[in-house]
């Protein structure tokens, strides 16, 4: 890592997407070719950059409930480069113990983040005084603080989704600020209650 990679990160996007909203419950989920769902439910969550502490938390919430939950699909979404994104997964607590129902995948050109309606953020979502606060108590409290940033930028809007066997979309909890953590086991429950019903 360099510190020209750490400067860029705070650079916004020049080739932002445009956006649609992100997508309501009860609608059908977004077709990408990067996200291939399957007929189980599923929760996909959209990462901040690697190195982001809140990435991490996110992450590691992620694989926590992805282990009570076999079946049920988990996916994690990087827009970080294939490189960056496996050196900050390497760097992890419990690295390589992620279970069988567990991916991450790679969108570096953040095609599919633009397709679920997650956009370039404003500055009052990055650099809020209650996010920055929960930088530091999310360091202070759990030992989690920024690593390297090799890749990605800290504008990209993150954003988690759970989408029963139909495709539907069951829970969609997009970030309102950066120090938004998603509860990955409410979204479990809306896809898989959706399962039971059927």
Same mark, same amino acid.
């Given at each position: 890592?360099?510190?020209?990679?750490?400067?860029?990160?705070?650079?916004?996007?020049?080739?932002?997407?445009?956006?649609?909203?992100?997508?309501?419950?009860?609608?059908?989920? @977004?077709?990408?070719?990067?996200?291939?769902?399957?007929?189980? @439910?599923?929760?996909?969550?959209?990462?901040?950059?690697?190195?982001?502490?809140?990435?991490?938390?996110?992450?590691?919430?992620?694989?926590?409930?992805?282990?009570?939950?076999?079946? =049920?699909?988990?996916?994690?979404?990087?827009?970080?480069?294939?490189?960056? =994104?496996?050196?900050?997964?390497?760097?992890? @607590?419990?690295?390589?113990?992620?279970?069988?129902?567990?991916?991450?995948?790679?969108?570096?050109?953040?095609?599919?983040?633009?397709?679920?309606?997650?956009?370039?953020?404003?500055?009052?979502?990055?650099?809020?005084?209650?996010?920055?606060?929960?930088?530091?108590?999310?360091?202070?409290?759990?030992?989690?603080?920024?690593?390297?940033?090799?890749?990605?930028?800290?504008?990209?809007?993150?954003?988690?989704?759970?989408?029963?066997?139909?495709?539907?979309?069951?829970?969609?909890?997009?970030?309102?600020?950066?120090?938004?953590?998603?509860?990955?086991?409410?979204?479990?429950?809306?896809?898989?209650?959706?399962?039971?019903?059927?």
């Amino acid at each position: 890592m360099t510190f020209q990679q750490e400067l860029s990160s705070w650079f916004a996007p020049r080739d932002a997407k445009t956006t649609p909203a992100p997508p309501a419950v009860g609608s059908k989920a @977004p077709s990408t070719s990067k996200i291939q769902l399957s007929s189980a @439910p599923s929760i996909i969550t959209f990462l901040r950059h690697c190195g982001c502490p809140f990435a991490e938390k996110t992450f590691l919430n992620l694989r926590e409930v992805a282990r009570a939950h076999r079946n =049920t699909s988990f996916i994690a979404v990087s827009h970080s480069s294939q490189q960056a =994104t496996d050196s900050w997964l390497a760097s992890l @607590p419990q690295a390589g113990s992620e279970p069988d129902n567990l991916q991450v995948i790679v969108d570096d050109t953040c095609e599919a983040y633009a397709a679920w309606g997650l956009g370039v953020a404003g500055f009052g979502h990055v650099l809020s005084p209650a996010g920055l606060y929960g930088v530091w108590k999310l360091g202070r409290e759990e030992g989690i603080w920024n690593r390297p940033t090799e890749s990605g930028s800290r504008w990209q809007v993150s954003g988690s989704f759970g989408v029963d066997g139909m495709g539907v979309v069951r829970w969609s909890r997009p970030a309102e600020r950066v120090d938004d953590v998603p509860d990955f086991d409410e979204g479990a429950a809306a896809v898989e209650e959706v399962g039971v019903k059927l």
